[in-house]
């Protein structure tokens, strides 16, 4: 696993850190072929160029859309268009990630669903190039943890699609509020933009934290320059280094995240019905799903079913609810919870291979949950009791060189 440490003195834009990822040696071929598959292949033109700002180097990187009349793209239709793309799992969860918190914070904006979200700056084309192409670099290099440092997000007023509107925008505000992604100071700087959404979005989905960089040895730097002259280097700094490893003196590794609650009153299915339908939001992309016995009017038994679900899979879940359900109403609020960075990994043991889920407590610590099918599996083959199968495993993994 490679620890990605990104230092955005002068703020953060996707084109700034994807020409970081492109100075580190990131081959321009992993972000055309994504973007060739989404049909986007002769629409664009990257420009990427050797600078210096403030007398440092750096790559500058410019998206030229060769669109004759760039269409604007609402979230659902983008959202069908990337789930359809034919792209390893890994980077279509993380492209969706990015657009998904994008389309919560501009809809908690304007005040109506992300379904209805217009995109106009981070809809357009050279979003989506350096949407894709940040993921696709980030998951090219193996980075499994990303530290931030908090980003200014600049000050004054900026010209907008939806007008003149006051700095931070605010689309970055509202990530910033989501997620509670610390912005430092934007006190000295000239008036302007700093920070974008797109760039913020980008490192609010991959960042474990945001805060100092722990101590390590860096093994690779890459420069992005931004476009804007300031009073010093305008410039981002991508570090790579080997192993990730935790520092127990830093802060708690957790993350916020936002999650949609989509929750029924169910009274008049069968137990059996139930169970099939929290499978199917399970199988649909739910984070979790689990019920509760509540009464309802006139004494009539029901159950409270409620799923935790990505914003970005929020229209795909509602449709399985109208299949599999009665409920002729569907409750969704967002909600914010804490997560631990987590992992999965097979363990070898003598009795077999065995899949492990690990979280990553504050301490640094990682806690081990075996997955049960596979007990199961091994019990039965070596007419074992589960309790030793779990057994075998737990001594093998405290004599493995796996933490």
């Given at each position: 696993m490679t620890l990605a440490?990104?230092?955005?003195?002068?703020?953060?834009?996707?084109?700034?850190?994807?020409?970081?990822?492109?100075?580190?040696?990131?081959?321009?071929?992993?972000?055309?072929?994504?973007?060739?598959?989404?049909?986007?292949?002769?629409?664009?033109?990257?420009?990427?160029?050797?600078?210096?700002?403030?007398?440092?180097?750096?790559?500058?990187?410019?998206?030229?859309?060769?669109?004759?009349?760039?269409?604007?793209?609402?979230w659902?239709?983008?959202?069908?268009?990337?789930?359809?793309?034919?792209?390893?799992?890994?980077?279509?969860?993380?492209?969706?990630?990015?657009?998904?918190?994008?389309?919560?914070?501009?809809?908690?904006?304007?005040?109506?669903?992300?379904?209805?979200?217009?995109?106009?700056?981070?809809?357009?084309?050279?979003?989506?190039?350096?949407?894709?192409?940040?993921?696709?670099?980030?998951?090219?290099?193996?980075?499994?943890?990303?530290?931030?440092?908090?980003?200014?997000?600049?000050?004054?007023?900026?010209?907008?699609?939806?007008?003149?509107?006051?700095?931070?925008?605010?689309?970055?505000?509202?990530?910033?509020?989501?997620?509670?992604?610390?912005?430092?100071?934007?006190?000295?700087?000239?008036?302007?933009?700093?920070?974008?959404?797109?760039?913020?979005?980008?490192?609010?989905?991959?960042?474990?934290?945001?805060?100092?960089?722990?101590?390590?040895?860096?093994q690779r730097v890459g420069v992005g320059l931004g476009s804007r002259s300031l009073d010093r280097p305008n410039l981002l700094r991508l570090t790579l280094t080997d192993g990730g490893g935790f520092d127990p003196a830093q802060p708690d590794p957790a993350h916020l995240e936002t999650v949609l609650v989509q929750q029924a009153q169910i009274d008049d299915a069968t137990a059996e019905d139930l169970a099939f339908l929290a499978e199917e939001l399970r199988q649909a992309g739910a984070l979790e799903v689990f019920s509760q016995p509540i009464a309802m009017k006139k004494g009539r038994a029901a159950q409270l079913l409620t799923a935790l679900v990505a914003p970005e899979?929020?229209?795909?879940?509602?449709?399985?609810?109208?299949?599999?359900?009665?409920?002729?109403?569907?409750?969704?609020?967002p909600q914010s919870r804490w997560v631990l960075p987590r992992r999965s990994l097979e363990l070898a043991t003598p009795l077999g291979p065995v899949r492990l889920k690990q979280a990553r407590l504050p301490d640094g610590r990682w806690r081990s949950k075996p997955e049960h099918d596979d007990l199961v599996a091994l019990a039965r083959q070596h007419t074992l009791g589960i309790d030793q199968v779990r057994l075998v495993v737990q001594q093998t993994l405290e004599h493995s060189s796996q933490p």
């Open positions: 440490l990104l230092d955005a003195p002068t703020g953060l834009a996707g084109n700034m850190l994807l020409a970081a990822l492109l100075d580190l040696g990131l081959p321009e071929a992993e972000i055309h072929r994504p973007l060739a598959a989404l049909g986007l292949a002769d629409v664009y033109r990257l420009e990427l160029e050797e600078r210096r700002s403030g007398g440092l180097r750096g790559l500058h990187l410019a998206v030229v859309s060769l669109e004759p009349e760039p269409p604007h793209r609402h659902g239709e983008l959202s069908s268009q990337l789930q359809a793309a034919p792209w390893p799992a890994p980077l279509k969860q993380r492209v969706l990630e990015v657009f998904g918190v994008l389309a919560a914070a501009e809809a908690a904006v304007h005040g109506h669903s992300p379904e209805q979200v217009h995109f106009h700056e981070v809809g357009a084309l050279d979003a989506l190039v350096d949407v894709v192409g940040v993921c696709a670099g980030l998951l090219h290099f193996g980075v499994g943890e990303l530290v931030c440092s908090p980003p200014p997000a600049g000050h004054g007023v900026v010209a907008t699609a939806h007008g003149t509107l006051p700095l931070p925008v605010p689309a970055v505000l509202e990530l910033a509020r989501l997620r509670a992604i610390p912005l430092a100071s934007a006190e000295g700087f000239p008036p302007g933009e700093l920070t974008t959404p797109t760039g913020l979005a980008l490192a609010a989905c991959w960042a474990t934290r945001f805060g100092q960089a722990p101590t390590h040895v860096p899979q929020a229209e795909r879940l509602r449709q399985v609810w109208w299949r599999h359900s009665s409920t002729l109403g569907l409750r969704e609020h």
